[in-house]
């Protein structure tokens, strides 16, 4: 924390409080260096200062007489740009949103460690906080980011559609979700071809909560690749059998997030595996064919993990607030942190469509009454886990993932062939 040259903590408190005596408020000073300047995610700012719940940030920027400039970016350019601006020798951003993968030891040459601020002026009732959200923001056990929003993987069904083919409850299993995508493969009366599953690519992000299933993980958190074991197997195989039966997107490749949001509202795909939080999107019944009929439940294990977990133990992806070692405003930043990470602050942006990070979040009448799915996401929160531990080749390990996962889906090599070739590329990557 920066101190002041030539004054002792006595003196300069003391010239403050005459400072203050004189007319001069210390939060006009904040005010007259400029708006606290947030780098972020657009979502960030959409499910902070949002209606339903209303806007978190400004009894803050009230009480510190600081608005709020929120310069947003999506995910790949957010991370550049924070990572350039923290980079320089010093900078005007204050604070900065960053995703769990990319809370890698470079990281901690470029964000100031919070675990003095986190002792010093604690944030509220940090126990309260997702212990595995806490931990997947530490590189070599120092604090980097306070979470923020969490992204929790689920099974989305469109019940009007299984129906009509017979089923009256989704898949229990992950066997019974592979029977139902064949099965919900067809052409409705209306003309609408629908895919049983759907998906926004085979990314390793989207095909660990396949693994998962069985228990299984691309990269463990020890750093070994194990993408050529059986758990990885099955869900190549998986998205190769659906593939050859027309039941998973003949242009998966291509699909964005934004595309399998049409394909789900417009009835053209069944079932998707994406975040809980689509679920709103889904059904919105301004763009929905199928407003209310869209439901999300936790992603089925294997039959063969019965007794070990009520929910595949599915990926959990997250945000957290950081602050650049070359930021000016270290104290006013850190209050900014602790008030968006507060019970209340939670609270209002759930309410607002963020994933809460506090399990008395999922406690609330009001929360769980906007949030149908709040039950299932609580209990894939019990047991999920990142997609990957983060280091510093992370990046390119995923593009390996990639292109290795379309040839085997595509039928170019064999599954088998596939991941023994991604684990040939990816392990000289990792950490020792």
Not at 120 to 129: M, S
Not at 148 to 170: T, V
Not at 290 to 307: D, E, H, N, Q, R
Request: net charge neutral.
């Amino acid at each position: 924390m920066t101190t002041t040259t030539g004054l002792d903590r006595r003196q300069l408190l003391g010239g403050i409080a005459g400072l203050s005596l004189a007319g001069f408020d210390p939060r006009q000073a904040f005010a007259q260096a400029g708006p606290l300047n947030v780098f972020a995610h657009r979502v960030m700012q959409t499910v902070s200062t949002g209606a339903q719940g209303g806007d978190i940030t400004k009894d803050w920027a009230q009480k510190n007489g600081t608005a709020i400039q929120w310069t947003t970016f999506d995910t790949g350019p957010l991370q550049e740009r924070l990572f350039r601006e923290a980079s320089l020798s010093e900078s005007t951003v204050d604070v900065g949103f960053v995703l769990n993968t990319q809370v890698i030891p470079r990281a901690a040459n470029l964000f100031e460690p919070l675990d003095d601020y986190l002792k010093r002026d604690p944030i509220e009732d940090a126990a309260d906080v997702f212990p595995g959200l806490i931990e997947g923001m530490k590189v070599a056990g120092r604090q980097l980011a306070v979470p923020f929003r969490h992204a929790s993987s689920g099974l989305h069904y469109n019940e009007e559609l299984l129906a009509e083919k017979g089923f009256s409850k989704p898949p229990a299993t992950i066997e019974e979700m592979i029977e139902v995508a064949k099965a919900c493969t067809y052409r409705r009366a209306d003309g609408t071809a629908v895919t049983g599953l759907c998906m926004p690519g085979v990314t390793y992000p989207n095909v660990i909560d396949l693994a998962r299933a069985w228990d299984g993980d691309f990269i463990t958190p020890d750093f070994k690749c194990v993408a050529d074991q059986p758990p990885m197997l099955n869900a190549i195989k998986i998205l190769r059998e659906l593939f050859q039966a027309n039941a998973f997107p003949r242009n998966f490749a291509t699909l964005s997030p934004e595309d399998v949001n049409v394909w789900m509202q417009t009835g053209r795909a069944a079932m998707s595996l994406q975040s809980m939080g689509r679920n709103r999107i889904y059904n919105d019944p301004q763009k929905s064919k199928f407003p209310g009929k869209i439901k999300t439940i936790a992603v089925p294990a294997s039959k063969t993990l019965a007794g070990k977990y009520d929910a595949a133990p599915a990926k959990v992806e997250f945000w957290g607030l950081v602050i650049p070692k070359n930021a000016k405003r270290k104290d006013l930043a850190w209050s900014f942190i602790k008030t968006m990470v507060s019970r209340e602050a939670t609270l209002k942006a759930a309410l607002n469509g963020n994933g809460p990070v506090r399990a008395s979040t999922y406690a609330d009448e009001a929360f769980s009454k906007t949030v149908p799915y709040a039950a299932e996401e609580l209990k894939v929160l019990k047991v999920a886990r990142v997609p990957l531990p983060a280091f510093d080749e992370a990046a390119r390990a995923g593009d390996f993932f990639k292109e290795e996962a379309e040839a085997a889906v595509l039928g170019m090599k064999t599954p088998e062939e596939a991941m023994a070739s991604l684990v040939k590329r990816v392990q000289p990557l990792l950490p020792a």
